[in-house]
């Protein structure tokens, strides 16, 4: 559930499994779009769908990211001895089924920067380095995850070695432009949340700078921030469900927290 500038949309993963076999595909459509009176708009008319390999490749999808146009996912072909490949699309193509590459987001810098994280994070592996592999970066192997409480980018090299399917990550030294992101500062720094809860694996902080939302492996952990700490206690404790994970962060203010509380209801 997300907004974009048109109204607030769904993004799914469908799931669709015949005869042992799973197909993932994901479909994007508008939730509060009214139609015209004397057109009908169904709701497959209004989604989108993606598949980007054929039914054979038995592919899952986990989605690692949503922003208000994008969204990065992984693509799982596990029939085939499980080859894991990251892409990101534009929210409105992600039906054509074709990824788009660093340098459309983040021009030349942006492919400068992937290179320069690969290059980086080979001359350090040795394994890579006593072998005769010769891998270069696609352009289009790339996706936002979370790290010590900030959305980074990191790229992926898919390899075949001893006849087995493998790939690296490795970091993008770039920041994500306020079109992907528009709010990405954690106003108490990591080292203090860390120390307040040992057990945190991610943190956010309010634009207005008094609330912090921590998540544990079993809970999301809400504090008051005082004087740029955490409060003593949690004012509030959400349960999280198995395999639950941060894809999307957004903060609502003013009479936008009421139309997303309109709209969850």
Not at 78 to 101: S, T
Not at 231 to 254: F, H, Q, T, Y
């Amino acid at each position: 559930f997300f907004p974009r500038r048109s109204g607030f949309w769904k993004i799914e993963v469908i799931r669709e499994e015949t005869d042992g076999k799973i197909i993932d595909k994901i479909n994007a459509y508008q939730l509060d779009k009214k139609p015209d009176t004397e057109v009908k708009m169904d709701m497959e008319i209004q989604s989108f769908t993606f598949e980007s390999e054929p039914k054979e490749q038995n592919t899952i999808k986990n989605i690692l990211f949503v922003s208000n146009d994008y969204i990065s996912i992984e693509n799982i072909h596990y029939r085939n001895k499980g080859q894991r490949y990251l892409e990101f699309y534009h929210i409105d193509n992600i039906d054509n089924g074709n990824p788009i590459k660093i340098s459309d987001i983040l021009g030349e810098a942006g492919k400068e920067a992937l290179l320069q994280g690969f290059n980086r994070e080979m001359a350090q592996d040795m394994d890579y380095m006593n072998t005769v592999l010769d891998i270069t970066p696609n352009e289009s192997s790339f996706g936002i995850f979370r790290r010590n409480g900030m959305w980074i980018f990191k790229g992926r090299v898919n390899y075949i070695e001893n006849s087995s399917y493998l790939y690296k990550d490795f970091n993008i030294n770039i920041i994500p432009t306020k079109e992907l992101i528009s709010f990405d500062q954690l106003l108490v720094p990591w080292k203090v949340i860390k120390s307040k809860v040992p057990e945190a694996l991610d943190a956010f902080t309010s634009p207005n700078e008094d609330i912090a939302v921590v998540f544990t492996y079993g809970y999301i952990l809400i504090y008051r921030i005082d004087n740029g700490t955490l409060s003593d206690e949690p004012i509030e404790r959400i349960k999280l469900n198995s395999g639950e994970k941060v894809v999307m962060a957004e903060w609502a203010l003013g009479k936008y927290s009421l139309l997303w509380g309109e709209q969850f209801k």
